[in-house]
């Protein structure tokens, strides 16, 4: 089956620096990639995915890469601000069909300093 | 829209009890899934159904774990009996087409002592 690796995972960074966390697949079959961002006590919740027809998407201060020769894929949060801090999990599968179950790698606590 | 709601938030109870969680998606959403956190560790996938049918339930860590969706609107996963490993936070989330990304409800933490 799928399994996802994600580095780090804890990352501090200065209020207004850059965070990149990234992510390793093993199933060369999956085609969906989401980013999932978790406060403390609340829901996850996507802030943004990819497709493997797209080697990089971006939204605001958010940008998503691909790699799917080297099987892998980052999230890039610039500007950083104290509420970005929460524990951010990236997740992998092969959308559409039957099978559409998320395999997330561990998560990476980022704390951002004010 | 409502979103998705899982209750309780919180669940304390004794190894041998049974515990049951529920877990109402967003109204017309077809996909419903179960996902589960053990401290420190990824969310791991349990179930996913389509309406009322199991479409995948090869996460599901063992017999203890009994989960429906009769009607094809909420859905109950169940824990019988409860072991220490269980403890853990049981996340539900729903999509209303496979080929986008679920909207998670605020999970379950379930304690097992």
């Known amino acids: 089956g799928e399994n996802v690796e994600q580095h780090p995972s804890t990352l501090s960074v200065q209020e207004g620096d850059s965070a990149v966390i990234k992510c390793t697949y093993s199933d060369s079959a999956s085609n969906y990639f989401p980013w999932y961002k978790q406060e403390l006590g609340k829901r996850p919740q996507l802030i943004i995915d990819i497709r493997s027809n797209v080697g990089e998407k971006k939204d605001q201060r958010i940008a998503v890469t691909l790699n799917k020769t080297a099987k892998h894929f980052s999230l890039h949060i610039t500007e950083t601000q104290p509420e970005d801090s929460a524990v951010y999990f990236c997740?992998?599968?092969?959308?559409?069909?039957?099978?559409?179950?998320?395999?997330f790698g561990k998560g990476t606590l980022l704390t951002v300093n004010p | 829209e409502a979103g998705v709601t899982q209750f309780p938030s919180h669940s304390v109870i004794e190894k041998g009890q049974t515990v049951t969680l529920r877990c109402d998606p967003i109204?017309?959403?077809?996909?419903l899934y179960w996902y589960r956190r053990v401290m420190g560790k990824e969310i791991k996938f349990l179930l996913h159904f389509v309406k009322e049918s199991k479409q995948d339930e090869s996460g599901m860590p063992n017999n203890r774990f009994l989960a429906e969706r009769t009607g094809g609107t909420y859905s109950t996963l169940k824990v019988q009996p409860a072991e220490l490993e269980d403890s853990g936070v049981y996340f539900c989330?729903?999509?209303?087409?496979?080929?986008?990304?679920?909207?998670f409800g605020s999970g379950t933490r379930l304690t097992v002592v």
């Open positions: 997740a992998a599968s092969r959308s559409g069909g039957s099978n559409y179950k998320l395999t």
């Open positions: 989330a729903s999509s209303q087409d496979r080929s986008y990304g679920y909207t």
């Open positions: 109204s017309g959403h077809d996909n």
